[in-house]
Structures are given as structure tokens and as C-alpha cells.
């Protein structure tokens, strides 16, 4: 087990260790580390079916030094919730907290129901959906958080096609809407409001949530050494705002001093070089534009005007 | 003795083996079931975590939670429940984890109804869940605290369902021994899993498996299987010094020595059958207890001197026949010649099952005693007015 320092000179233990499968560069690699990072080893992990299981736990491997366990693709708020009430029920609630690390699809599609259910009951679990905007482990298809103009392999950019068209879901505010007291939104572009964000959603009673932006190179289709530049692109320009809602509250904004134009994030990535090349290529990155400036309407994310 | 409710019942052996969690998801006929046990709860006699979820998957997705950080769980379902909770059936037993639930029975939508059959366990076969077939409302209790003594014992480790007939047996009231708490502990110890999640040995469970590795993992769950055949035995024993109640091991016969037409079957259809063959010097019941495992050697020994077997049940694979009947013949098959079998498909979606119906099975039976083989298998009660 790799014991190294971070900023601010703690020793701290590597509880998601190297030789996982992950491609090179993978945000959400990278993310799950820094999460154990800030959650410490009394956490019990619950991950459902996608990249980030099946990149780290090939039998009799396994990249977890935290106990973890991988269910279906889309129960792990279920699983996490059965984890918690036996915890309870055997006494030993202070053992650990609950942790479930879920893509997006598992979060915002098929597991909906279920990660409702979990919030609704009131379960002390924090749920992190790492959001890499499609169904990545089985070959980039897209989900409902497929951003528009974007191209995956099941709303492919095509002679008549642009790709995705519909809006992503507001997690965060499904997330509020059930009365969540912390919810929160992060990006693997800025690791130590990440692990802040982490350590407060633990230590928060009751169910907390963070939508977690962590780009996929591959799916993406950027280099592998740009994942973070990226990420934080997608922050800089508006399209993932940084904030916190703590009991229904908007705090902490993440203010930028000069917002990016769209274009900035959008050109780094294959999946959108269709709108820099097909004709009307313009109008979509236009509304896409839009959804960048309604976001700094909404959070106030410019710090000028 | 006190004369209950079958779902009662249900929910008192439930309670008696101290659950840690309990979830489940309303369907008819299991709702009573859990009403009682959330009852139990609410009124401070059973303490536990009662987690009512979004769906049945989420049930037993919880259950699973539950189980693999080494609590006792619970859950019950039927049908369409039933159906919803498939894939997590397959991910407990391949996890080894031995939740128990009780699988209420009723047939499945289309078109829809709310009554008995059992289509739905028996497509539930191949799960790799211990299921156990009950005949009445006293065995369904008893059976549900010998299911934990079974799935948790160290040498099995699959999760268990007992099998009870929807309406026929949760719905109805009879003369009942319920269990005391303190016999049922002195039973049944504490749930005492060797592997858990815990922080203290931090280990990962539902790991993917290659195909250099699968094959191993199913035919773990195989010899697990093979084990229970000994441990469903054993536990019938033991809860019978203890309770001084038994329903057989793997299977139960009645009238079975000299008969020469036995009768196969599982569940509570066996009642009326009893009363059928009580009449009837030359037939005999044998009634499956234990569907998975499969009573293969005590099928062969029991059927050994039989001349017509017909094996009656309430399922069937389309486009071939009753589940069961495919069972009971390829058990035989090699090793018993000279047997007719016929196959008797019935009271699918509730239909009633009057005596008649037992008696006319008889009839055929004889028939092909005298006269040799001619169909195979048949539904029997179907109203050829509607058809
Ligand atoms: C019930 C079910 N349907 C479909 C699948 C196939 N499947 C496995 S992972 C996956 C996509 C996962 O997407 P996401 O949750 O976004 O995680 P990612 O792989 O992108 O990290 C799909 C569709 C499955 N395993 N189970
Ligand atoms: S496909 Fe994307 S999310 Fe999956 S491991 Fe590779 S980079 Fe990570
Ligand atoms: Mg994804």
C-alpha cells in the first residue's frame, strides 16, 4: 500500500492503488483516488457495473484497500442503503460510513429510482455520481447526461445529425428537491475542492450527493495528458459550475474572473469537432453557449458585469 | 396452538429468527406477510431495520447490503415482484450470501392475475437458490427457521426461498404452533458469516470473473448445492428433536409402499391429494420438499416399484411441458425402466382444483397401466368453451 504526502504535509495511505485498467488519463481514475483520499479508510465503498468496477476489480485483483463491494448496474443506492441499516442493526454504525461511487448512467438513468428511494429514506450515505456523460465501459453510448452536440455511438453526429440533443439532467436539483441537506457538484479539474467536498458530504448526517465531472479521454476523445486542463475547461467556461447546496441553500459559488467562450472546452474534444465542421455547426454551439450563460445567470458565475 | 393467519404465521417465524433487516416491496398475496412483520416492528416486538424500498429489485438489493456486511436479512415476494428481482437473485446466490425469503407463489401477467400458481419460483429454478416447497401453513413457518439453519451454515452458504402457494396458504386460517422466541435462539444461533465488509479486513466483494475463472465460481455454487442435500436433511432432523415437528427431508412419501401409481408433486395441492388417495389402496403421493436441490437418488429409490407415475404441477414450459415432469423423468432416465410417466399441467392462475380433477389423473393413470402409453402429458380443467 502506497503511503505518500499531499499538500499540507499530511501522510496519507493510496486506498484506490495503481494496476487497475483504467485507461491512461482517466478522470474518473484519478477522482476515485483523491475521494478515498478525503474519506479516509473507515469508509465502505458500494460501486454499480461500469468502468470504474470493472477497471479495478478483475478476479482475484483488486485495486481497493477500502471494502468494497460491486452489485448490478443499477442498485448500488439499494445495496449502499442494505449496508447502512445492517450496519445499524449489528451495532456498528460508527464502523464506517457508506460510500457509493456511481456513473452516470447508473445514477441518472437506470438507477433513478432506486438512488431516490435511498434519498427519500434518509439513509446516512454519501453518493458520488462521476459523471463521464455516457455509458463509457460499454462503448460510449450515450445517457440522459450526454451533453447536446455531443457525438456518442448510439446519438451519433451524422450527415443529418448533430449528435445528442437533449439537455443533461439536473442532478444536483433532483438531488435538493428530496430535501438532500448536502449536495454539491465538483470536477476532477479542481482535486482539493473535490476532496473538501468529499470530507463535508461524509461528515454530513443523513444523505448527501455530489455530481462529480471527471472527463473520459476516450470517450471524450481527447490526448490523455489533458484531462485535467479539460475538466477545468468545462468549469471555466461555465458549462459545470462549482457549487455547494447546503439545506436547499446555493453556497460557495465558483466565481470566474473571465468566463471562456464555449468553443474553448468544445474544440479539445473529438466527440464535438462535428460542430467546428458540419454546416449549422454554428447554431448548436450557439445554444450551447446559451446553456453556459443561463448557468452564470443562475449562479451568478462572473465575477465582473 | 392458536389458529392464524398463514401470512401470520409467516411473519411470527420471521420474527423468532431475529432478522437484522428486513425489505420488502407489497404485492398480493405476500403483503399480509410484511404488514405483520412492519407491525412487529412498530410495536416494539421485533427489533430490526425495516427498510421499505422503491421496488423489489431495491428489496433485495438491500437484503444483499445487508447480507454481505454480515447481517441476517429477510425479504418476500411473489410474481411479478418475483420476476422484477431476478437479476438480483442470480448476484446473491453467486455472491454466497444467505438471505432467506419467503416467494409467495402466483402465476405471472399476461394477462394478469392475482392468483395461485407456480410459474413463477419454478422459472425462478435456475438461480441458484435453495428452494423449498411447502404443504401447509405449519410447514411454511417451520420451514422459514430450518431456511437460515441451512443458508448460513458454513458448508452451503446460497441464499434459501420457501416456496408457499399464494392465497391458499397465506390467506387462510388454521391451527398453527407457533414458535417461542427461546427454542427458536436455542435452534438457530447467530448469523456468523466468515467473510463481511468490514473495516477491519477490508475485502471486495462481486469482483468481475474472466472466462479462465467463472466456470469455478458456478461449480462452487454446484458443490454448495450437493452440501445442502446433506444439511436440509440434517436440519429436518434436528428441528424435529427440537420442535417435534418434520415434513420429510428432500421429500415426503405417503402411502408409497406397494403403490403402484404414485403421484409427484410439491406445494399444497398435496391436501387434497391425501384425501383423494386415502381411498385409493394402489396409490401413493410423493411430494418434492426440496425442488433445488433436486432429490435425484430419493426420487429413483422412491419410484422404484411404482408402475404409472404422474407428476402434477401448476407451471409449464411453453412449447414443451410441466418443469417438474422434465425433472422427475431425467432423474429416472438410466435408472429406472419399465415406469410410465405422465405429465398433468393444472390449476394454472388459480383455477380451482376440485377432487375431480385428482381422481381423473388417477383414471388416466390406470388407463395406461392397462393399456400402455399413448399422451404423454396433458392440461387438465381447461374449459374448452373459452378456447
Ligand atoms: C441491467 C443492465 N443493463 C445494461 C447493462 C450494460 N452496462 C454495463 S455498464 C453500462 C454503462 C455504464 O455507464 P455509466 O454508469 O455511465 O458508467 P461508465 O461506464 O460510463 O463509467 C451498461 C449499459 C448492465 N450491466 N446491466
Ligand atoms: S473509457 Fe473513459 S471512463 Fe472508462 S476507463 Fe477509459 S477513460 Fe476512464
Ligand atoms: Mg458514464
Redesign the interface.
Given at each position: 500500500m502506497g503511503v505518500y504526502r499531499f499538500e499540507g504535509g499530511d501522510t496519507v495511505k493510496n486506498l484506490f492503488v495503481s494496476g487497475h485498467r483504467a485507461c491512461a488519463g482517466c478522470g474518473m481514475a484519478i477522482a476515485v483516488k483523491l475521494i478515498l483520499e478525503a474519506a479516509g479508510?473507515?469508509?465502505?465503498v458500494?460501486s454499480p457495473t461500469g468502468c470504474l468496477?470493472?477497471v479495478s476489480?478483475?478476479?482475484?485483483?483488486?485495486s481497493?484497500?477500502?471494502?468494497?463491494?460491486?452489485?448490478?448496474f443499477?442498485?448500488a443506492?439499494?445495496?449502499?442503503?442494505?449496508?447502512?441499516?445492517?450496519?445499524?442493526?449489528?451495532g456498528?454504525k460508527h464502523?464506517?460510513k457508506v460510500l457509493a461511487i456511481a456513473g452516470d448512467g447508473a445514477t441518472a438513468d437506470i438507477g433513478m429510482?432506486?438512488l431516490?428511494?435511498m434519498f427519500?429514506?434518509g439513509h446516512d450515505i454519501t453518493y458520488i455520481c462521476y459523471d463521464n456523460e455516457a455509458y463509457m465501459n460499454t462503448g460510449v453510448q450515450r445517457s440522459s447526461m450526454t451533453p447536446p452536440g455531443a457525438s456518442a455511438t448510439t446519438s451519433p453526429a451524422g450527415k443529418v445529425s448533430f449528435g445528442e440533443i437533449h439537455p443533461k439532467k439536473d442532478l444536483a436539483s433532483i438531488a435538493v428537491a428530496h430535501g438532500v441537506g448536502y449536495v454539491a457538484t465538483a470536477s476532477v479539474g479542481y482535486g482539493l475542492d473535490l476532496m473538501r467536498k468529499v470530507r463535508r458530504a461524509i461528515d454530513h448526517d443523513g444523505p448527501s450527493f455530489i455530481h462529480l465531472h471527471t472527463s473520459c479521454c476516450t470517450g471524450w476523445r481527447h490526448p490523455s495528458s489533458k484531462t485535467i486542463e479539460i475538466s477545468r475547461l468545462a468549469v471555466l467556461t461555465g458549462l459545470w459550475p462549482l457549487y455547494e447546496v447546503v439545506d436547499g441553500e446555493i453556497t460557495d459559488v465558483k466565481r470566474l474572473p473571465k468566463r471562456l467562450p464555449v468553443e474553448d472546452y468544445l474544440k479539445t474534444q473529438g466527440r464535438f469537432s462535428h460542430l467546428f465542421r458540419m454546416e449549422g455547426g454554428e447554431e448548436i454551439i450557439r445554444r450551447i453557449q446559451a446553456i453556459a450563460d443561463a448557468n452564470a445567470e443562475r449562479f451568478g458565475l462572473d465575477l465582473e458585469g | 396452538m392458536e389458529v392464524v393467519e398463514g401470512s401470520y404465521a409467516v411473519a411470527h417465524a420471521v420474527k423468532c429468527c431475529r432478522p437484522h433487516v428486513i425489505s420488502a416491496y407489497p404485492i398480493t398475496p405476500q403483503t399480509h406477510i410484511v404488514e405483520n412483520l412492519a407491525q412487529f416492528v412498530a410495536d416494539g416486538e421485533l427489533e430490526c431495520e425495516f427498510v421499505p424500498v422503491d421496488s423489489e429489485h431495491s428489496a433485495m438489493s438491500v437484503a444483499l447490503g445487508a447480507s454481505a456486511v454480515g447481517a441476517r436479512a429477510y425479504s418476500a415476494s411473489t410474481s411479478q415482484g418475483l420476476a422484477l428481482m431476478w437479476e438480483v437473485l442470480y448476484n446473491v446466490s453467486g455472491m454466497r450470501l444467505p438471505v432467506v425469503m419467503t416467494a409467495v407463489n402466483r402465476a405471472l401477467s399476461a394477462p394478469l392475475s392475482i392468483w395461485n400458481d407456480q410459474q413463477d419460483t419454478v422459472g425462478a429454478r435456475d438461480s441458484g437458490w435453495i428452494q423449498i416447497y411447502v404443504e401447509d401453513i405449519q410447514e411454511a413457518h417451520d420451514a422459514l427457521i430450518q431456511a437460515y439453519r441451512i443458508a448460513e451454515s458454513r458448508e452451503v452458504m446460497l441464499p434459501a426461498m420457501i416456496c408457499m402457494d399464494g392465497f391458499i396458504l397465506t390467506h387462510t386460517y388454521e391451527p398453527v404452533v407457533l414458535a417461542e422466541q427461546e427454542e427458536t435462539d436455542d435452534f438457530l444461533p447467530p448469523y456468523d458469516p466468515e467473510y463481511y465488509l468490514t473495516v477491519e479486513r477490508p475485502l471486495s466483494f462481486g469482483c468481475f470473473a474472466e472466462p479462465d475463472k467463472f466456470m469455478e465460481f458456478r461449480y462452487m455454487q454446484h458443490e454448495a448445492m450437493e452440501r445442502a442435500r446433506f444439511k436440509i436433511k440434517e436440519v429436518a432432523d434436528e428441528f424435529e428433536r427440537a420442535f417435534g415437528r418434520y415434513y420429510g427431508d428432500l421429500i415426503q412419501g405417503y402411502n408409497l409402499d406397494g403403490a403402484q401409481i404414485v403421484l409427484v408433486t410439491f406445494g399444497s395441492i398435496i391436501g387434497t391429494m391425501k384425501e383423494i388417495v386415502k381411498h385409493e389402496k394402489d396409490v401413493g403421493i410423493l411430494k418434492i420438499r426440496s425442488y433445488r436441490p433436486f432429490p435425484v437418488k430419493e426420487v429413483r429409490e422412491a419410484l422404484k416399484d411404482a408402475r404409472v407415475v404422474a407428476v402434477v404441477e401448476k407451471d409449464f414450459s411453453a412449447g414443451f411441458e410441466g418443469a417438474l415432469f422434465s425433472d422427475v423423468k431425467a432423474a429416472l432416465y438410466n435408472h429406472v425402466s419399465d415406469l410410465k410417466l405422465l405429465g398433468f399441467v393444472l390449476g394454472l392462475g388459480g383455477r380451482d382444483i376440485p377432487p375431480e380433477d385428482i381422481s381423473k389423473i388417477i383414471e388416466r393413470s390406470r388407463v395406461v397401466m392397462d393399456q400402455g402409453l399413448k399422451e404423454e402429458w396433458e392440461f387438465i380443467g381447461l374449459r374448452g368453451e373459452i378456447l
Open positions: 479508510e473507515d469508509v465502505i458500494v468496477e470493472i476489480s478483475p478476479y482475484p485483483e483488486t481497493w484497500r477500502v471494502p468494497w463491494i460491486h452489485s448490478l443499477e442498485n443506492a439499494s445495496v449502499a442503503s442494505g449496508i447502512e441499516a445492517g450496519l445499524k442493526a449489528l456498528r464502523e464506517a429510482g432506486p431516490s428511494g427519500e429514506r | -
